[in-house]
T-cell receptor
Framework: AQSVTQLGSHVSVSEGALVLLRCNYS??????LFWYVQYPNQGLQLLLK????ATLVKGINDFEAEFKKSETSFHLTKPSAHMSDAAEYFC?????????????WGAGTKLIIKP | DAGVTQSPTHLIKTRGQHVTLRCSPI?????VSWYQQVLGQGPQFIFQ???????GRGNFPDRFSARQFPNYSSELNVNALLLGDSALYLC????????????????FGPGTRLTVL
């Protein structure tokens, strides 16, 4: 069965600093991995996804994530944090079998940006 | 273009009541999925529908049911509400829901906040 672990329920960085949000997964099949962002009182927006092509995936708003099979990780990074990045970030995994079409989510990491 | 819409935005019910939540997918999308997000947790998968047929079901009791209409909109019904059903209910739509091509990206609505007293 697939599962996702996000390390750190809250991450605080200064504006302009590097953002690093950690995600580790467990999967019995080659995983499909996603990062979503949720702003307060809004739905989830897709940032980027890994679908077994390039291991370094670029997304919107200068976010990127690197798939590392040996570490079973899919950490999200951004070189320079902006105040507008303050939100909750969710990592998710989906199995490749059609019957497993469902997103299995981590508990989320709330990103706090300090001025 | 309109995104995924959900109604109502907020709802307050008492224990034992029934609730119906509605979702309209993005135009052209044929798959709708429902998720429950309890405060402080990630979403939990409830149902997926494609072309009016149930394609997947999460680990939720039979009090939860759903259906998809010919216009691809969907309803989520919850009977005999419990306090633990208080959550944000998210609807997501995708074109096919059968793979991980770009057309299968899930787009989420703003959610319905259900409070059970």
């Amino acid at each position: 069965a697939q599962s996702v672990t996000q390390l750190g329920s809250h991450v605080s960085v200064s504006e302009g600093a590097l953002v690093l949000l950690r995600c580790n997964y467990s999967s019995s099949v080659p995983p499909y991995l996603f990062w979503y962002v949720q702003y307060p009182n809004q739905g989830l927006q897709l940032l980027l996804k890994y679908t077994s092509a390039a291991t370094l995936v670029k997304g919107i708003n200068d976010f990127e994530a690197e798939f590392k099979k040996s570490e079973t990780s899919f950490h999200l990074t951004k070189p320079s944090a902006h105040m507008s990045d303050a939100a909750e970030y969710f990592c998710a995994v989906r199995g490749t079998r059609r019957s497993n079409y469902q997103l299995i989510w981590g508990a989320g990491t709330k990103l706090i940006i300090k001025p | 273009d309109a995104g995924v819409t959900q109604s109502p935005t907020h709802l307050i019910k008492t224990r034992g009541q029934h609730v119906t939540l509605r979702c309209s997918p993005i135009s052209g999308h044929k798959s709708v999925s429902w998720y429950q997000q309890v405060l402080g947790q990630g979403p939990q998968f409830i149902f997926q529908y494609y072309e009016k047929e149930e394609r997947g079901r999460g680990n939720f009791p039979d009090r939860f049911s759903a259906r998809q209409f010919p216009n691809y909109s969907s309803e989520l019904n919850v009977n005999a509400l419990l306090l633990g059903d208080s959550a944000l209910y998210l609807c997501a739509s995708s074109f096919t829901g059968t793979g991980v091509r770009d057309t299968d990206t899930q787009y989420f609505g703003p959610g319905t906040r259900l409070t059970v007293l």
